[in-house]
């Protein structure tokens, strides 16, 4: 044992090690440690608490506000809970500080807001507020990066709803290591929750999160606030999703999607159809499909492109959609409907910037490698869903009859699907091909 008092800890991760070493035992990083307090052991026991039955807790009913923004409120689960703390990720540009500007001004009046900026001048975001046609009346702003001095600005202001952007900015005059730094980022967040749960506040955190790096980016702090949210976005595409990660208090996975204007971030209120490319003409390697992001079905389409490797080991490279799942499927391919894509390079891409999560995009994915296999388009009209097991067979996805009626009511007139997915009554201009079988599903898509 070392004498009490002496720990190094890592900024990279926040790990502890009584010796100083080179590289952290815990993550890995090199040159991270630094002397820092050792952690506190607890022992003490508090006296007599006694376990209390679940059905004699009183029952608080969560209270709601909203952001103005029917879409955000979505995602939310109808609105911000009061005292909640919601992080909000994505990458740089993506329009997280737009957002939350809007939502900061759109909420009921007599809510007092603190907008706290530790990246723009206060100028900066007044211009914007102005542009974006904010309503100002109960908004203020700071520019403030410690958090010992901002919690002494939220006792004397008392806001009902505090934004903070980005939290990476944030420091605690209580941990020595740089601002952005995980055991910084770390030590800031709690020091919020804490605040957010004793004065009822609800609390919006900003985080940047890195392509590459997640270790420093916000995803430490997913475990500390009550939901997380992120954006989802191609970066030419216009369209912006925020997508549910984690939520106490309403459905993961809920998607809400907004279109980047001039005038800030709009809701797209019938987003069913917006992952489509629209091609004049059918073309190979093109297949939509409908998926069931949230609590909607959206139709989405998936893209193809297989193209002779130049030697070597072919590429896999899959873009909304996850690349290992393509390597199985294109096994599956090989193996169960003898289309083998060994010498082929392929790519798939979702449409839009979209990801899929579920694995009824499967059959459409494999049918969109085939079609640009064969260079054999499958119809516009056409549209495909189903979960492909290592066997080949064609499995149901849930909410099968909902995905049907959405695509029929979009225009589609042809649904391949899994034969389990089948409603019991005929919908209305659409042929339904009931599939078994990764081949009975290609000979249906006329790609056999
Ligand atoms: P921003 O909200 O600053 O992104 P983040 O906070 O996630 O880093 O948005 C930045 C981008 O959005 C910027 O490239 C300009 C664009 N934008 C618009 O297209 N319209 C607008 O009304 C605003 C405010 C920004
Ligand atoms: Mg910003």
């Known amino acids: 044992m070392s004498k009490a008092g002496t720990s190094y800890v890592c900024s990279e991760c926040g790990g502890h090690t009584l010796k100083w070493q080179g590289q952290c035992p815990a993550c890995g990083a090199w ?49 911000l809970v009061t005292g909640s703390v919601v992080l909000i990720g994505g990458d740089p540009g993506i329009g997280k500080s737009t957002l939350l500007l809007q939502a900061a001004g759109g909420q009921p009046s007599g809510h007092k807001v603190l907008y706290v900026t530790g990246e723009e001048s206060l100028q900066q975001i007044a211009m914007r507020a102005r542009r974006l046609e904010v ?32 939290v990476q900015t944030l420091y605690s005059e209580a941990v020595s290591s740089a601002p952005g730094s995980v055991s910084q980022l770390r030590e800031s967040a709690s020091q919020l929750v804490r605040y957010a749960k004793t004065s009822g506040t609800t609390v919006l955190l ?71 490319s629209r091609h004049p003409e059918a073309v190979a390697g093109s297949v939509v499909t409908v998926s069931r992001e949230g609590s909607r079905p959206l139709l989405i ?9 130049g030697g070597g080991t072919s590429r896999r490279l899959a873009l909304g959609l996850d690349q290992n799942r393509l390597s199985m499927l294109l096994a599956t391919l090989n193996r169960h409907a003898g289309v083998s894509a060994y010498e082929y390079d392929v790519f798939i891409n979702v449409v839009g910037g979209v990801r899929i999560s579920e694995t009824s995009a499967d059959l459409a994915a494999l049918a969109a490698t085939v079609s640009s296999l064969r260079d054999r388009p499958v119809p516009q009209t056409t549209v495909v869903f189903g979960e492909v097991g290592l066997a080949g067979e064609i ?54």
Do not use: W
Request: with cysteine; glycine share 10%; hydrophobic share 40%.
């Open 31 to 79: 040159n991270s440690l630094e002397a820092g307090a050792a952690p506190v052991k607890r022992t003490g026991y508090a006296g007599e608490v006694k376990g209390l039955r679940l059905a004699d807790v009183a029952q608080a009913e969560v209270e709601r506000v909203t952001t103005g923004i029917l879409e955000f409120d979505r995602v939310l689960g109808g609105g």
């Open 301 to 309: 389409e998936v893209q193809a492109l297989a193209d002779q490797s």
């Open 206 to 276: 900003v985080g940047h999160v890195t392509k590459e790096g997640n270790i420093a980016g916000p995803r430490v702090l997913e475990h500390m606030v009550d939901a997380v949210l992120y954006f989802e976005s191609e970066s030419d595409s216009r369209y912006r999703i925020l997508r549910a990660i984690k939520n106490r208090f309403g459905a993961a996975n809920e998607l809400g999607i907004f279109a980047m204007t001039s005038s800030g971030m709009r809701e797209v209120k019938n987003p069913s159809a917006i992952f489509l």
């Open 135 to 166: 309503a100002t009346d109960g908004l203020s702003v700071v520019a403030e990066t410690c958090v010992e001095h901002l919690l002494q600005v939220l006792q004397k202001e008392k806001p009902a709803c505090v934004v903070i952007d980005s």
């Open 395 to 448: 499995r149901p996805v849930a909410f099968g009859e909902e995905r049907l009626l959405e695509a029929a009511k979009r225009g589609f007139s042809h649904a391949v699907v899994p034969r389990g997915n089948l409603p019991k009554k005929p919908i209305k201009g659409l042929k339904l091909s009931g599939v078994d079988y990764l081949r009975g599903a290609l000979e249906a898509l006329d790609l056999a």
